[in-house]
C-alpha cells in the first residue's frame, strides 16, 4: 500500500549499472507489481513508454556533483543552503511548483548510485572540516518518495558518523520512518513548507493538511527534534491576512518557539515559463494575475508594496507567537530585511552563519 500522495508509477526505467544498487532492489521490491525496464537510450525510451495515466520513475545512474550550493542569485540575499542532490521532480501536485519550469518533464528521478553519493560526501565532510548546513529538498521532496526509495533513512544513518553537518529534511507531506535511524536529534532538522489552509487545499494537490503537518512537526519535537518551517511562497489572494493568521495561530497550537530552529519567509517567484505552464494546468491559480514585476535575477515576483505588506502582516504574527530571531527572508533586499526586520544579513554576520549558528545552537 502506497501512502495517499504517492500514485503508484505506470513504469519503472532504470540505468543498468544501478540494477543492483541497494536502492533500486528496494524500490523494485516496494513496487513489484509495476513493469520495469532496462534502458538503452533514457530520452527516448521515456517517449515511446506508456505509463498509463501515471508517470516513469527513472532509477538513474548519476554522473554530476551530488553536492552543490543553493542557485541563489548576487541580487538577493542566499541562505548558503549546501544541496545533497538526491534526485529531482516531485509527485506532488502544488501549481506554483518552480520545478515544472525547471524540468518540464512528468518523469521522477532518483540517483540509484547511492555509493557514489556517500564517496563524495566522505570527501567533503572530513574530520575537522567547517561545520555544514544541507539538505535534500532543493530539486525534489526530501519525503515524497520515502516509503519506496528509504533514501533519507540511509542519508540520516550515513550522517550519524559526521557531527559536524546538519541535515534539513523539508517536506510537505508526513513520513517519520527515518527517525529510527538518528543517532543525534540535534544534528537533524524536520521541515515542513507551510501556508494557509486555503492555498493548501486549492493549489496544493497531494500534500498532508497544516494541521497533519503539524502533528508530525509536534511527533518530532517531543522526541528531541527541533524543526524548521517554511512559509514559501506566501501568496496574495483575497482573505490572505485570515489565511495567514490561522496558519499561525494552528503553529502555535502545537509548537513552542524554542522547538523552532528557524524560518523563512518567502513571496511567490517565478521564471516567466512557469506562467504558461500555471495558465495550462490549473487554470483556477487565479494568483497568476497578480501585480507583479521582473527582479534583477529575470523572475517575476509581486510588486514590493505588497511584499512588505504581506511580510510585515505575518512577521508581526510571528512575534506575538514569540517568534523573533530565527525568522529570515529567502531571496530578499537588505532593503526589504532594513523594513520589516529591523536589521540586515550583514548584521546578523551573514545570514549563512546566522543560519548555521541556529542549526547548531552556538
Known amino acids: 500500500m502506497?501512502?495517499?500522495?504517492?500514485?503508484?508509477p505506470g513504469h519503472i526505467l532504470i540505468d543498468p549499472s544501478v540494477l543492483n544498487q541497494k536502492v533500486a532492489r528496494r524500490i523494485?521490491?516496494?513496487?513489484?507489481?509495476v513493469p520495469w525496464s532496462l534502458y538503452s537510450d533514457p530520452e527516448q525510451q521515456v517517449r515511446d513508454i506508456d505509463p498509463g495515466g501515471s508517470y516513469v520513475l527513472y532509477l538513474k545512474h548519476y554522473k554530476g556533483r551530488f553536492m552543490r550550493f543553493c542557485p541563489g542569485t548576487k541580487h538577493y540575499q542566499c541562505c548558503g543552503y549546501r544541496i545533497i542532490h538526491m534526485g529531482e521532480n516531485c509527485p506532488l501536485?502544488?501549481?506554483?511548483c518552480i520545478l515544472k519550469a525547471y524540468f518540464q518533464d512528468s518523469v521522477l528521478k532518483v540517483w540509484a548510485n547511492q555509493d557514489d553519493l556517500f564517496r563524495e560526501l566522505e570527501q567533503q565532510f572530513s574530520p575537522g572540516s567547517r561545520l555544514i548546513r544541507a539538505g535534500t529538498g532543493e530539486f525534489t521532496d526530501s519525503l515524497a518518495l520515502e516509503s519506496i526509495t528509504g533514501y533519507s533513512r540511509d542519508l540520516v544513518a550515513f550522517l550519524s558518523e559526521y557531527p559536524g553537518v546538519c541535515l534539513e529534511l523539508k517536506s510537505k507531506i508526513v513520513?517519520?520512518?527515518?527517525?529510527?535511524?538518528v543517532s543525534d536529534p540535534r544534528r537533524?532538522?524536520?521541515?515542513?513548507?507551510?501556508?494557509?489552509?486555503?492555498?493548501?487545499?486549492?493549489?496544493?494537490q497531494g500534500t498532508a493538511s497544516l494541521e497533519n503537518r503539524l502533528r508530525a512537526a509536534r511527533a518530532c519535537a517531543d522526541q528531541g527534534f527541533r524543526v524548521c518551517l517554511h512559509f514559501d511562497p506566501i501568496i496574495h489572494y483575497p482573505g490572505w491576512k485570515q489565511g495567514y493568521a490561522k496558519t499561525v495561530e494552528v503553529i502555535s497550537d502545537y509548537l513552542a518557539p524554542e522547538e523552532i530552529a528557524y524560518l523563512s519567509l518567502g513571496s511567490f517567484r517565478f521564471m516567466p515559463q512557469l506562467e504558461k505552464i500555471i495558465f495550462r494546468k490549473h487554470p483556477g491559480a487565479s494568483y497568476i494575475f497578480n501585480e507583479f514585476i521582473t527582479g534583477l535575477d529575470g523572475k517575476k515576483r509581486l510588486l514590493l508594496p505588497l511584499r512588505?505588506?504581506?511580510?510585515?502582516?505575518?512577521?508581526?504574527?510571528?512575534?506575538?507567537f514569540g517568534l523573533d530571531r530565527q525568522i529570515y527572508f529567502c531571496m530578499e533586499s537588505s532593503y526589504v530585511w532594513?523594513?520589516?526586520?529591523?536589521?540586515?544579513p550583514k548584521d546578523l554576520g551573514g545570514l549563512d552563519n546566522h543560519l548555521l549558528k541556529l542549526s547548531f545552537e552556538l
Not at 501536485?93 to 506554483?96: G, K
Not at 532594513?338 to 540586515?344: A, N, R, V
Open 188 to 204: 537533524v532538522l524536520p521541515a515542513w513548507s507551510v501556508n494557509s489552509p486555503e492555498i493548501i487545499r486549492t493549489q496544493e
Open 2 to 8: 502506497l501512502p495517499g500522495h504517492l500514485k503508484q
Open 308 to 320: 512588505l505588506e504581506q511580510f510585515g502582516f505575518i512577521t508581526d504574527q510571528l512575534r506575538k
Open 338 to 344: 532594513e523594513k520589516i526586520l529591523g536589521c540586515t
Open 175 to 181: 513520513d517519520l520512518t527515518w527517525m529510527d535511524r
Open 93 to 96: 501536485n502544488c501549481s506554483y
Open 28 to 33: 523494485l521490491s516496494r513496487l513489484a507489481n
